[in-house]
């Protein structure tokens, strides 16, 4: 698939390098449920997601970089799942925006799916406010409802989630 400026595709399992420089930046991963990567993890990974068409690599059109990737899984319902992570260096140019459009329009495009989810966390602001730019409205604020490190005691540390979502219909008159 492409927009103006990127090609979203499939990942390849020689996408290792790409996926290393920016899964392993602390200020790149710092939201998601894990930690920064090594390089070993990072290839493990592109293997991996070489074999689930959920996630797209979001590489530039002039130069085929890989900047990052989209998530757009099938839940129940006709609902699918948005998610992203793009490299640091590249934040801040629209390229997330782009390829979530690109995305999403392709989705509805081919009558797959009724509405789109996206959970964020509210100190987040890159991610709800690219989440508002798509034009998805915030449907809830979500209170220590998910956890994904423990403190020192072992407890788990909650965290708070907004939920964000698009109908079909919404998304067709461009809200």
Known sequence: METKRLILRSFSPDDGEG???YLSQE???????????TREQAEKEAVTRAEDPAFWAVCLKDTGKLIGNLYLAEQDFGTWELG???HSGYRGKGYATEAAKALIDDLFAQGRGRRVIA???PLNPDSWRLLERLGMRREGHLLKNIWFDR???????WKDTYEYAVLKEEWKTGR
């Open 19 to 21: 996926l290393f420089e």
């Open 27 to 37: 200020e790149t991963v710092k939201f998601e449920p894990y930690g920064v990567f």
């Open 84 to 86: 992203y992570v793009f």
């Open 119 to 121: 959970l964020c966390d």
């Open 151 to 157: 403190d020192d005691a072992g407890r788990p540390v």
